[in-house]
C-alpha cells in the first residue's frame, strides 16, 4: 500500500479526534482500512508462503496449510 494512502488513514484519525467525521470520510477511512488490511495479509501470506522447515535430516519442506 502507498504511503500516501496509509498518511491519509492517519489524518481522518487525527481529524476524528477534534470533530465528527462527515459521512463521505468515514466511508473513505473504512475504504482505507480495508485496503490497508488486506495488503497485510497478503504480505504475510508471500512470507508464509516461501518459509520452510528443515527437519533434522536437512530436508526442507514448506509449512503446512492450516485447516
Do not use: F
Not at 476524528?16 to 495479509?41: C, D, F, G, N, W
Amino acid at each position: 500500500m502507498e504511503r500516501s494512502r496509509i498518511d491519509r488513514i492517519s489524518e481522518l484519525t487525527r481529524i476524528s479526534r477534534s470533530r465528527p467525521l462527515t459521512e463521505a470520510e468515514l466511508a473513505e477511512r473504512a475504504q482505507l482500512r480495508a485496503e490497508y488490511i488486506a495488503s497485510v495479509k497478503a504480505s504475510l501470506q508471500g512470507q508464509l508462503e516461501n518459509t520452510y522447515l528443515v527437519d533434522e535430516h536437512g530436508t526442507k519442506r514448506p509449512l503446512p496449510k492450516k485447516q
